[in-house]
C-alpha cells in the first residue's frame, strides 16, 4: 500500500533542510556529517511528532473525530505539537500529564512546552501521585464519551503503526534529498525513546530496499525495552503499508549509555552537545532527545566507530521550547 493512500492531515511546512555539519566535523575530525532539519516542521515551533500526527490527525479526522486525547510529561513534545494539530484541525484536545522527571523548579513547572499546551488551548490533565498517564487518559476518554463527544486515543508520543508512517515518509524524503546531492548515505542517527521514529525509518528503509543503517539513540535508559517497542511498532506498520515479511533482526540498532541519570535529567555530555551545535552551527537542540542523542553521536565519533569516508545523517527531532524549562543548567 503506497503511503499516499493513508488518510493524511497536511501539518509539516514542506521538506524540511538536510545540512551539513561542517565546523562540528572539523571540531570531532570526523566522518561527514550532515542534520536532517526535523526541528523545521512548522507546527508550533516543530518537531518530529508533526510527521507522526499526519497520518494520526488524518485517521481521526476519518473515523469522525471530535476530540484526542494523548499523553506525557510535563515537557513533553509530543503533546504540545498534538494540541497544536487538534487546533488546526478544529478539534478538542485533552491531555494527561504526569511529573516523570524529578526536577521541582518553577521554571521546569510552568515555561516550554507546559506554557504553549495552555497557550494552543488544550485542556492539561494532572494525574494524582500514583496515577499512571495512561490510566488518566482512559478516564477522560470516558468522560468525553459520556458528554457525547468522539474521542480519539493518541499513545504517547505517536508511537504506533499508523504515527510510525511519519517516518517511513521522511525516510523516503531523506533518500531523495541525498540522492539530489549527491550524497550515499551510510548511517542516520536519532533519537528513540517512545519508538516510533526509528521503527518508521526502518520501515521507510525497507520500503525503499535502502541499506543505510539506521541507529536509535536510547534516551530513556531502558534500552531492551525500547528495542521491543521498535520492533512492535515497526511490525504493525509493516502490516499497514503490505510488506509481508519480517525485517531482519539487525534492522534495529539501539545505541546504549547515554540516557544516564534518567530520563529527562540532565548530563555533562548532553550539555556539551547542545553548547557545541548551539557555537558552531548555530543550531539548538533540546535536553530531553535530540541533546543527548547527538551526545551519543559525538562520544561515536570520538571512539572511532565511523570511518572518516562515511556520511553520517543525524535526524533533529526538535523540542526546543524544553530548553526554556532547562534554563538553570546552562
Same mark, same amino acid.
Given at each position: ?11 509539516? +511546512? ?19 556529517? =550532515? ?24 485517521? #481521526? ?27 488546526? #484541525?478544529?478539534?478538542?484536545? +485533552? ?5 516523570? *522527571? ?22 492539561? +490533565? ?40 511519519? =517516518? ?18 551510510? &548511517? ?16 521507510? &528503509?525497507?520500503?525503499?530496499?535502502? +541499506? ?17 517497542? *521498535? ?42 552537545? *547542545? ?13 530531553? =532527545? ?41
Amino acid at each position: 500500500m503506497h503511503l499516499d493512500e493513508f488518510p493524511r492531515f497536511p501539518l509539516v +511546512h514542506g521538506i524540511t533542510p538536510l545540512e551539513p555539519l561542517a565546523r562540528l566535523q572539523k571540531f570531532l575530525g570526523g566522518p561527514r556529517l =550532515y542534520i536532517k532539519r526535523d526541528d523545521c516542521t512548522g507546527l508550533a515551533l516543530g518537531g518530529n511528532k508533526t510527521r507522526k500526527l499526519e497520518f494520526l490527525i488524518g485517521e #481521526a479526522l476519518k473515523t469522525g473525530a471530535t476530540a484526542v486525547v494523548s499523553e506525557g510529561g510535563l515537557q513533553s513534545n509530543h503533546v504540545r505539537q498534538t494540541a497544536a494539530a487538534a487546533a488546526k #484541525a478544529g478539534l478538542k484536545c +485533552h491531555l494527561a500529564l504526569n511529573r516523570n *522527571v524529578p526536577i521541582d523548579k518553577p521554571v521546569y513547572q510552568s515555561n516550554g512546552n507546559l506554557l504553549l499546551d495552555r497557550l494552543l488551548g488544550a485542556v492539561t +490533565h494532572i494525574c494524582d501521585a500514583g496515577e499512571t498517564r495512561a490510566a488518566r487518559a482512559e478516564k477522560v476518554v470516558a468522560d468525553l464519551r459520556r458528554q457525547g463527544e468522539s474521542p480519539y486515543r493518541i499513545p504517547k508520543g505517536g508511537s504506533t503503526g499508523v504515527g510510525a508512517l511519519g =517516518y517511513a515518509a521522511l525516510m523516503q524524503e531523506l533518500l531523495q534529498q541525498a540522492k539530489d546531492l549527491g550524497l550515499s548515505m551510510d &548511517r542516520i542517527v536519532a533519537a528513540s525513546s517512545s519508538g516510533g521514529t526509528q521503527a518508521g525509518l526502518v520501515v521507510g &528503509r525497507t520500503l525503499a530496499q535502502s +541499506h543505510v543503517s539506521v541507529l536509535g539513540v536510547d534516551v530513556d535508559g531502558e534500552p531492551d525495552e525500547l528495542l521491543a517497542e *521498535v520492533r512492535s511498532i515497526a511490525r504493525e506498520c509493516a502490516g499497514k503499508v503490505g510488506l509481508g515479511r519480517e525485517m531482519p533482526a539487525d534492522a534495529f540498532e539501539i545505541v546504549r549509555g547515554y540516557a544516564a541519570p534518567g530520563y529527562g535529567m540532565p548530563n555533562p555530555g548532553m550539555i556539551e552537545a *547542545v553548547t557545541l551545535l548551539a557555537r558552531l552551527e548555530g543550531i539548538l537542540l533540546d535536553p530531553v =532527545y535530540s541533546g543527548k542523542a547527538m551526545a551519543g553521536l559525538i562520544d561515536l565519533v570520538r571512539q572511532g566507530r565511523f570511518a572518516k569516508d562515511e556520511t553520517v545523517v543525524f535526524v533533529h527531532t526538535g523540542g526546543t521550547p524544553a530548553l526554556f524549562a532547562y534554563a538553570d543548567y546552562f
